[in-house]
Structures are given as C-alpha cells and as structure tokens.
C-alpha cells in the first residue's frame, strides 16, 4: 500500500515532442505528489509538485495531471527538449511526515 | 528553496573504514533525511535527522552501521561504518523546507 509505481522505466521522445511519465499509488492518505529531475552524478531536483485538491498544474513546459479517483498522476512535457535528458522520479507522501515514498524512475532521451 | 552542500562529493575508500559525510545547508531547517541511492536505482531513505532528538532509522538501517549527528539546524553528517563494497552507492542529504524536500548534490562513494 506505500508503493509508487512508476512507468516506463526508459522513454526515447523526439525533439518537439511530449513526454509522459506515469505513477500509480495506493495510499489514499497521500497528499504531496512531486516530480523531481536527476542529471548524472546530480541530486535531484524538485521539478514541480501537487496536491490532490487540483487536477493539474503547469509550469513552463512541465504539467502535471492528477486523477485522484484513479490514484494516478502524470508529468507531461511539451516541446521536450536534449536538455531534458534527465532520470525523472514521481514521489509521494503524507503531509504529516514528509517521508517520500519514491517510483522507481524513468530514463527520459530526447533525441535532436 | 535551501541551498545544500555535501562533503566530499566523492571518495574511494577500502574494506573495514569508516567515512563521515557532512551536510550543511544555507538556512536553519528541522527536518533533515540522509538517502541511499545505489547505481540506477531509485533512492531509498536512511534515517530522519531532527535538531535536538536522536535520529529516526528505517528498515535495515542500524545507528552502529550510520552513526548520525545533528548538532544544530544547518548541519548533519552520516557515517557509513566498517564499509563493504555492498555500501558503494551515492549517499544525499535532504531538506525539508516548506516545499521540497531538497536535496543536496550527494557523495559518491566506491568501496573497494
């Protein structure tokens, strides 16, 4: 029930292009769902982050969608760029104790 | 957002030594994590580090193998004791702070 999964684990999107990463949890208890970028040989980084009173939130190219019937949320994004290129990790958690619960990643190629 | 540094970023160390990282962040912050993150894999969290109270551990992890030290509310170490090759991983300090939680740039460490 404290599980995130997280898919696909590799993801090859052209130049231009939309990239979606999907997470599915379980806990109903959650409340903070952030998506963090990792560069190698980099921590993460928090990239963008929602809480299940909206369904989306956009910043910049990065949106996220959240379906909180479903218990699933998403990282799209537009016009993805070889900057891009990067491991992304959806997590989760309840508010009360900050202690993430992480996906598993996904390895995002932009191709030129 | 806190700006974190870790020290050292990297180390190569043998069988049987122990090393302390050290974690220092810009701003007084409560709660600080130390995070485990094995070659390609997602990050697992070690223990919670709270100012002024013994650190909290999570499963598989024992304060004689990652003695933590907190002294004050922008600093923390983790040591990773009696090191096998098992424990080579990247090793990140985080911060909760309002958003986040953040994370430092992480200590790469090889046993060898």
């Known amino acids: 029930q404290q599980q995130v999964k997280q898919s696909p684990q590799s993801l090859i999107v052209q130049k231009g292009g939309i990239s979606i990463i999907n997470c599915a949890y379980e806990?109903?208890?959650?409340?903070?769902f952030p998506w963090y970028q990792q560069f190698p040989g980099k921590g993460p980084a928090l990239l963008i982050a929602?809480?299940?009173d909206v369904s989306e939130k956009k910043e910049g190219r990065f949106t996220i969608s959240f379906n909180k019937s479903a218990k699933q949320f998403s990282l799209h994004i537009m016009d993805s760029q070889p900057g891009d290129s990067a491991t992304y990790f959806c997590?989760?958690?309840?508010?009360?104790?900050?202690?993430?619960?992480w996906g598993a990643g996904t390895k995002l190629i932009i191709k030129p | 957002s806190a700006v974190i540094s870790q020290k050292p970023s990297r180390d190569i160390c043998q069988r049987g030594t122990s090393l302390t990282i050290q974690c220092q962040v810009d701003?007084?912050?409560?709660?600080m994590f130390w995070y485990r993150q094995q070659p390609g894999q997602s990050l697992t969290l070690i223990a919670t580090?709270?100012?002024?109270?013994?650190?909290?551990?999570e499963s598989g992890f024992v304060i004689d193998k990652f003695p933590i030290s907190r002294p004050n509310l922008t600093f923390s170490t983790l040591t990773v004791s009696n090191m096998s090759p098992e424990d080579s991983s990247i090793y990140l300090c985080?911060?909760?702070?309002?958003?986040?939680?953040?994370f430092g740039p992480g200590t790469r460490l090889t046993v060898l």
């Open positions: 985080s911060v909760k702070d309002g958003n986040g939680p953040f």
């Open positions: 701003s007084q912050v409560t709660m």
């Open positions: 580090a709270n100012q002024g109270s013994e650190a909290t551990y």
């Open positions: 806990n109903t208890a959650f409340d903070y």
């Open positions: 929602i809480r299940p």
């Open positions: 997590a989760a958690s309840m508010d009360s104790n900050y202690q993430l619960i």
